[in-house]
């Protein structure tokens, strides 16, 4: 498993989150319609910033996120500050936008997506 490199900041946006059981849903011909987990544990999906400074550090993150992550679909390790712990996330369709850069920092906006919460 690749771990979220060191030059780079991965920032969780706020305390926006969003709980996926995979419900289903049946329509009843009468009555209130049935509805059942399909997944015992939540995919959590949370907005983030990635910072870096510097170009050589964008180039580095485009690179790892390219061969390590496999084009973002792979999972990683990366310690979440509100979980207090190392946590399992990936990137959501693995899609990233990088934004101008402000003097020799780059910043990019993506979601990730943990499993539980």
Do not use: H
């Not at 305390?15 to 015992?40: C, H, P, W």
């Not at 910033?49 to 992550?69: F, P, S």
């Not at 399992?88 to 997506?113: D, M, N, S, Y």
């Amino acid at each position: 498993m690749a771990t979220w490199p060191t030059y780079a900041k991965l920032i969780v946006a706020g305390y926006g989150e969003e709980a996926d059981y995979g419900v289903l849903r049946t329509d009843m011909d009468n009555g209130i319609a049935k509805q059942r987990a399909r997944f015992s544990t939540p995919i959590v999906t949370r907005d983030a910033t990635i910072m870096v400074t510097g170009l050589e550090n964008k180039k580095a993150l485009d690179a790892w996120i390219g061969t390590d992550l496999a084009g973002g679909a792979a999972w990683f390790d990366f310690f979440d500050c509100a979980a207090g712990s190392t946590v399992q996330a990936r990137l959501v369709g693995g899609k990233f936008r990088w934004g101008e850069p402000r003097g020799r920092v780059w910043t990019a906006t993506c979601q990730i997506e943990t499993l539980g919460r």
